[in-house]
T-cell receptor, first 112, second 118 residues
Framework: KQEVTQIPAALSVPEGENLVLNCSFT??????LQWFRQDPGKGLTSLLL?????REQTSGRLNASLDKSSGRSTLYIAASQPGDSATYLC???????????FGTGTQLKVEL | GAVVSQHPSWVICKSGTSVKIECRSL??????MFWYRQFPKQSLMLMAT?????????EQGVEKDKFLINHASLTLSTLTVTSAHPEDSSFYIC??????????????FGPGTRLLVL
């Protein structure tokens, strides 16, 4: 059974710091991978999608990479802002059919 | 961008009653819809996958007779929690995709429905 672990589980940083969130899959066969943001009590906002033929994606201050050989992905957030405070979830389609397995999440707090 | 809505956003019900949650794709045709459940401080767990016009496929451990899913049109899927009990209290989130089982398509997520069973 595929399991997805995110490290760290929680992170508190001062505004302006660059930070890296990690995601690892027990089964490295990954078709695609997405990073999401979830605000408390809310649904999911898709941040980045790395499709099967890609290795990384960038959007603004966010960069996500995927190493299929190791089953690991990282989300890099540059110049963090208080508005970035949220829970970040990675999710991978590891069996085809577009069924996502979600990670355990990283709760990020960016302080003034 | 693609928008998915859910209704209601929250519901409180008595134990033993049934609750229906709607998931709608507002500006695209959703060939496939997914239903997830999220317990407090936990991640999302896929409950079932539904394709328009066919029966839903349930994940292991999810009771199909308790969680009834109907995907009668390309823009609407419903999840009915039958005979709800307090342990069914959770955050239910749907997602929609315009592809039929393709792993290349993004899933667009609804805002979620919070269910509290007393």
């Amino acid at each position: 059974k595929q399991e997805v672990t995110q490290i760290p589980a929680a992170l508190s940083v001062p505004e302006g710091e660059n930070l890296v969130l990690n995601c690892s899959f027990t089964d490295s066969a990954i078709y695609n991978l997405q990073w999401f943001r979830q605000d408390p009590g809310k649904g999911l906002t898709s941040l980045l999608l790395i499709q099967s033929s890609q290795r990384e994606q960038t959007s603004g201050r966010l960069n996500a990479s995927l190493d299929k050989s190791s089953g690991r992905s990282t989300l890099y957030i540059a110049a963090s802002q208080p508005g970035d405070s949220a829970t970040y979830l990675c999710a991978g389609d590891t069996g085809g059919g577009n069924k996502l397995t979600f990670g355990t999440g990283t709760q990020l707090k960016v302080e003034l | 961008g693609a928008v998915v809505s859910q209704h209601p956003s929250w519901v409180i019900c008595k134990s033993g009653t049934s609750v229906k949650i709607e998931c709608r794709s507002l500006d695209f045709q959703a060939t496939t819809m997914f239903w997830y459940r999220q317990f407090p401080k936990q991640s999302l767990m896929l409950m079932a996958t539904s394709n328009e016009g066919s029966k839903a496929t349930y994940e292991q451990g999810v009771e199909k007779d308790k969680f009834l899913i109907n995907h009668a049109s390309l823009t609407l899927s419903t999840l009915t929690v039958t005979s709800a009990h307090p342990e069914d209290s959770s955050f239910y989130i749907c997602s929609a995709s315009s592809a039929s089982g393709s792993h290349q398509e993004t899933q667009y997520f609804g805002p979620g429905t919070r269910l509290l069973v007393l």
